[in-house]
């Protein structure tokens, strides 16, 4: 059983940054896709950005330029940075693995992290 940790949400002003981790518990997650998705309430959970095993990254159009995904493997970590921060980025935030990039995109994930809440102010 893999778990996945989220830390690093919180509040604050539009325009700010804020940088959310992702901690596995297991280190062959190297191998696979890993993600962020969010989910604001009454809304559906969107997918925000995901990073391959190779490194490649994609990124909803929302959050282009703003969001930077990254992972590092030896820590069996994930991270996201997110500047330029606006109040629709409000959300629960959550990391996600699968083997597949495609179908992390489709919203299905071999595992699912507990979400860490992120708050933005106008």
């Known amino acids: 059983q893999v778990q996945l940790l989220e830390s690093g949400g919180g509040s604050v002003q539009a325009g700010g940054s804020l940088t959310l981790s992702c901690k596995a518990s297991?280190?062959?997650?190297?191998?696979?896709?890993l993600a962020w998705f969010r989910q604001a309430p009454g809304k559906e959970r969107e997918g925000v950005a995901s990073?391959?095993?190779?490194?490649?990254?994609l990124y909803a159009n929302s959050v282009k330029d703003r969001f930077t995904i990254s992972r590092n493997d030896a820590e069996s970590t994930l991270h996201l940075q997110m500047n330029s921060l606006k109040p629709e980025d409000s959300a629960m935030y959550y990391c996600?693995?699968?083997?597949?990039?495609?179908?992390?995109?489709?919203?299905?994930?071999?595992?699912w992290g507990q979400g860490t809440q992120v708050t933005v102010s106008s």
């Open positions: 297991a280190p062959y997650l190297s191998s696979y896709t």
């Open positions: 990073i391959d095993a190779d490194g490649s990254a």
């Open positions: 996600a693995a699968d083997r597949r990039t495609q179908s992390l995109w489709n919203g299905y994930a071999s595992w």
